[in-house]
């Protein structure tokens, strides 16, 4: 199975703040890495697919980049709205694995 | 509006049985890979079983092998889990969720949750 490690797994930043959040495999899967956001109570929602693609309806403040084994989910300025858990997930082969989740928390 | 709604959690004692319903609309149905995924009670998010478009591939984490059904009827846009030999471990919220092949998780439901107690 490949595992997924995040880090970190907290983070506090403030309003405007630029986020990185990394993602690294635990062997090669190309660009097949998704970055999803969940806020509390709620079910996930895809934000990045194919490591860099920006799901229809998700703001351009959020990017995604890498390949093989490191990637990387960029928040480049923090609004309010974007407190929450993400977690990336690889669908290079089954079982599709998931990060351990990274919680953005206001500072 | 794209839609997914389960159904079918509650308490069930250990080695207990349970079957989740996930009803879809908005969407073809019948054109998805079908997903269930799970996420125990202040935990992260686990995979647990795919199904393709007509129902002839299907995949399971390992800890529900022999234990856990997934199946779908596209003629009622509808995917199932059937959950047999239920353990405390199993307590979680079920999300089913459409799946690109090869890509995301790119429609979920809200879930239902599934409780494992004596």
């Known amino acids: 199975d490949i595992q997924m490690t995040q880090s970190p797994s907290s983070l506090s930043a403030s309003v405007g703040d630029r986020v990185t959040i990394t993602c690294r495999a635990s062997q090669s899967i190309g660009n097949y890495l998704n970055w999803y956001q969940q806020k509390a109570g709620r079910a996930p929602k895809v934000l990045i697919h194919?490591?860099?693609g920006l799901q229809s309806g998700v703001p351009s403040r959020f990017s995604g980049s890498g390949s093989g084994t490191d990637f990387t989910l960029t928040i480049s300025s923090l609004q309010p709205e974007d407190y929450a858990t993400y977690y990336c997930?690889?669908?290079?082969?089954?079982?599709?694995?998931f990060g351990q989740g990274t919680k953005v928390e206001i500072k | 509006e794209v839609q997914l709604v389960e159904s079918g959690g509650g308490l069930v004692q250990p080695g207990g049985s349970l079957r989740l319903s996930c009803a879809a609309s908005g969407f073809t149905f019948s054109s998805n890979w079908m997903s269930w995924v799970r996420q125990a009670p202040g935990k992260g998010l686990e995979w647990v079983a795919n199904i393709n478009d007509d129902g002839s591939e299907i995949y399971y984490v390992d800890s529900v092998k022999g234990r856990f059904t997934i199946s779908r009827d596209n003629a009622e846009n509808s995917l199932y889990l059937q959950m047999n030999s239920l353990r405390a471990e199993d307590t979680a919220v079920y999300y089913c969720?459409?799946?690109?092949?090869?890509?995301?998780?790119?429609?979920w439901g809200q879930g239902t949750m599934v409780t494992v107690s004596s």
């Open positions: 997930q690889q669908s290079h082969s089954t079982p599709r694995t």
């Open positions: 194919s490591a860099s």
């Open positions: 969720a459409a799946m690109v092949w090869g890509g995301p998780f790119h429609i």
